[in-house]
């Protein structure tokens, strides 16, 4: 199969992330990131344009069709509902295949109004009040027509509290848990896989903390009637709220990547991988490991350094070996600094046969250029070269603090190791 070259839009958004971490390890995928400004994509993407203007900006349209026919763009991933909305409208203009079901799926989904009216007569959305004096009684919920993650949301407990309605949409409070249910429809019409999640553990609206939940006819039916109203084609989710009485809600229904998908990516269900192949006509099997899984999300560092060098002397007790074992953190610098095409040499004091406890902890003599074993009298800095252009890797402040007297040269501890890791693919 040749290449298919994906475009994530706008590529450092949490979904983006999701993305790239679905597609960058496929052999047939060649991932491409943009953004109209320079944030967290350029970190990972080893591909990465930051130069388009915002997409309302009128000379998007030009410079965005003219960066797909540069780059052979075969397909845009498009991560925010505005932007979905936008290029399914303006997808006549493309050769590139946008991953979105249409224009009038993405209306719908971006507008909870829309979504409310064409599920209205199904029993499981949300008692919606046209304004404040249609209210029977409080606490009810305000949100945007327009939003996601839940900013501008708030529980109203009063008439006093609900100000300024436009652009709102009020329904009936629901004080129930909350669901979100990950879906793949191919393109001969079927809804192939239906999976829900739990949401909870909640930070700035994204679901940092969910769990495989069971399904429920309940659900299914919610899915099935969403999938054949919408008409919907490749990867989305709605999202449902327990209502007082114990039913479930429709809160939402998007068409773009949830950052959590990755949940379901560990049991094999890759969901953006599943929609490229759909998009280009390719009929797709989908196999999903039984059994449970929860996924925890966290603030990732990830760094740039202006640091620029050819060689790595690095240590191996306590550096590269960690409390008897392999310190994997280490060892995924060494390969990776190796695929950068970096120089390794190996420097220790390691008591005993080196060579040995290399195999003892499966690390190949390969991985280095040189390896410099040294008695316990003898000193670093002494067999250290091509100073210019090298970094000194060891866990001793005494051995750093004399490398770098010596020879002026950078040097770090195994904390900093991180640091030095380009993440781009």
């Not at 250290?384 to 770090?412: G, L, W």
Request: aromatic share 8%; charged share 30%.
């Amino acid at each position: 199969m040749e290449r298919i070259r994906v475009l994530v839009f706008p590529c450092g958004a949490e979904n983006a992330l999701e993305i790239h971490t679905a597609l960058k390890d496929v052999m047939n995928i060649e991932l491409y990131g943009a953004s109209s400004r320079d944030d967290h994509g350029t970190y990972v993407f080893k591909r990465c344009d930051t130069s388009l203007p915002d997409f309302r900006d009128p000379d998007f349209l030009p410079r965005f069709t003219g960066m797909l026919e540069r780059d052979a763009i075969d397909v845009i991933m498009p991560t925010h509902d505005d932007l979905a909305l936008f290029l399914a409208r303006h997808q006549p203009r493309f050769k590139a295949r946008v991953a979105v079901p249409g224009e009038e799926q993405a209306r719908i989904a971006r507008s909870k109004r829309a979504t409310y009216a064409l599920f209205a007569d199904t029993g499981f959305t949300p008692k919606v009040y046209a304004d404040a004096d249609a209210v029977e009684k409080y606490p009810v919920f305000m949100k945007p027509d327009e939003g996601q993650g839940g900013k501008g949301s708030r529980t109203v407990r009063d008439a006093n509290e609900l100000g300024d309605l436009s652009g709102m949409v009020l329904t009936e409070l629901l004080p129930g848990e909350e669901l979100t249910v990950d879906c793949f429809s191919d393109r001969h019409g079927e809804l192939r896989f239906i999976g829900p999640r739990t949401r909870s553990r909640i930070f700035g609206g994204i679901s940092v903390r969910t769990a495989t939940a069971g399904m429920t006819p309940e659900m299914e039916h919610i899915a099935r009637t969403i999938h054949d109203r919408m008409h919907l084609r490749g990867l989305w989710y709605f999202q449902l709220k327990r209502s007082a009485e114990g039913a479930w809600k429709l809160l939402e229904v998007s068409v773009r990547t949830a950052g959590s998908m990755g949940l379901y990516r560990a049991l094999g269900i890759n969901f953006p991988l599943l929609t490229v192949y759909d998009l280009l006509d390719l009929d797709v099997s989908i196999t999903c490991n039984t059994g449970g899984m929860e996924m925890d999300r966290a603030l990732t560092n990830r760094f740039r350094s202006g640091l620029s060098y050819d060689v790595a002397y690095v240590d191996y007790d306590e550096t590269l070996i960690k409390d008897g074992h392999v310190n994997w953190n280490a060892m995924l610098y060494v390969y990776n600094a190796r695929a950068h095409g970096k120089r390794l040499r190996l420097i220790t004091k390691h008591d005993g046969d080196l060579a040995e406890s290399l195999r003892e902890h499966a690390i190949h003599e390969g991985l280095f250029e040189e390896i410099i074993h040294l008695r316990p009298d003898e000193r670093k800095s002494a067999h250290i070269r091509d100073t210019d252009r090298a970094i000194f890797i060891d866990n001793a402040f005494k051995e750093r603090a004399e490398v770098q007297r010596v020879h002026r040269m950078p040097v770090f501890d195994v904390d900093a190791i991180p640091a030095l890791i380009d993440w781009r693919e």
